[in-house]
């Protein structure tokens, strides 16, 4: 599976940005997917997950209640929507594919990794 993402910019706080992530492959609804983000000097954090079929998700404490997950099983895309943006959630956005297991917050969980997208929130 390859994972490209898009949808980053620079944004003023409180705005929204809606992140995409696309998968090529067939087997696209077998892979648990998530988002990381990574900001300059820091490691890498988790953001939110989503299982198999879209029925579950998992948020980070920072981003719980603003930012939502979800995905399109039949158009290979998994969105992050953004909302109430912060300059704190500046960072690199990725995405990430896990083969085996659903709703996973580590980042060694995930098996393949898309080439990240920038986000800046501007004060």
């Known amino acids: 599976i390859q994972l490209q993402a898009s949808g980053g910019g620079l944004v003023q706080a409180g705005g929204s940005l809606r992140l995409s992530c696309a998968a090529s492959g067939r087997t696209f609804s077998q892979y648990g997917m998530g988002w990381f983000r990574q900001a300059p000097g820091k490691e890498r954090e988790f953001v939110a997950a989503?299982?198999?079929?879209?029925?579950?998700?998992y948020y980070g404490d920072s981003v719980k209640g603003r930012f939502t997950i979800s995905r399109d099983n039949a158009k290979n895309t998994v969105d992050l929507q953004m909302n109430s943006l912060k300059p704190e959630d500046t960072a690199v956005y990725y995405c990430a594919a896990d083969r085996f297991r659903d709703l996973m917050v580590q980042t060694y969980a995930y098996d393949y990794w898309g080439q990240g997208t920038q986000v800046t929130v501007s004060s």
């Open positions: 989503i299982s198999q079929t879209g029925g579950r998700t």
